[in-house]
């Protein structure tokens, strides 16, 4: 398990940002029903604090990854979309990923536990 977590934490760098960043892009693209999340959902999905969050939101909106847009039917919500550089560096990403995670087939299995 450490070897995939390693080798994610080298790919998403390697791509100029941080794991923090990747999983905070991962969380809003899969956000169900919609396609966006408010600060708060993602502190809770991240198990972080809301204003770790908001600086964390804002490092992705410096290098134009996401962008934060007033709720039209609440104006109080704040919600964070994926811009396009953002889902392109999320599309390059789960490539390579998926090519890492299909050479560990064999080493990962999961036990019978009933």
Not at 25 to 37: N, P, T, Y
Not at 64 to 70: D, G, H, M, P, S
Not at 71 to 86: F, M, Q, S, Y
């Amino acid at each position: 398990m450490r070897r995939y977590e390693r080798f994610s934490e080298n790919a998403v760098q390697a791509e100029g940002i941080t794991p923090l960043q990747y999983l905070l892009l991962l969380h809003i693209k899969g956000f169900s029903g919609r396609e966006w999340a408010t600060v708060g959902e993602l502190a809770e999905r991240l198990q972080a604090k809301q204003h770790g969050v908001v600086a964390l939101v804002t490092r992705c909106e410096a290098g134009e990854l996401v962008a934060r847009r007033t709720n039209a039917e609440d104006r109080r919500r704040v919600e964070v979309h994926l811009l396009p550089k953002g889902e392109a560096l999320l599309t390059r990403l789960a490539a390579v990923h998926r090519a890492e995670l299909r050479a560990l087939q064999g080493v990962f299995t999961v036990p019978n536990l009933v």
